[in-house]
């Protein structure tokens, strides 16, 4: 199972060297939600979602959205 953070608006996965990628498998993988949300609101984005990702059957479910400091 993979946390990652979404940018709601380009669709794109904060990576693990705070860049952004259109590939979900680049995305850091938090440890739970209430660690990517913690981070998620600091980052200088609109609108973000922390969605579960699984790589196998490259599924998305929507865990939680929000705004970040922008």
Not at 30 to 55: D, M, Q, R
């Amino acid at each position: 199972m993979n946390i990652l953070i979404e940018n709601a608006e380009s669709l794109e996965y904060l990576t693990a060297d705070n860049r952004w990628s259109k590939k979900p498998a680049d995305g850091k993988n938090f440890s739970g939600v209430k660690a990517a949300l913690g981070i998620a609101k600091k980052e200088v984005i609109n609108k973000f979602n922390i969605v579960w990702y699984h790589p196998d059957t490259e599924q998305f479910i929507n865990l939680h959205h929000g705004r970040g400091t922008a």
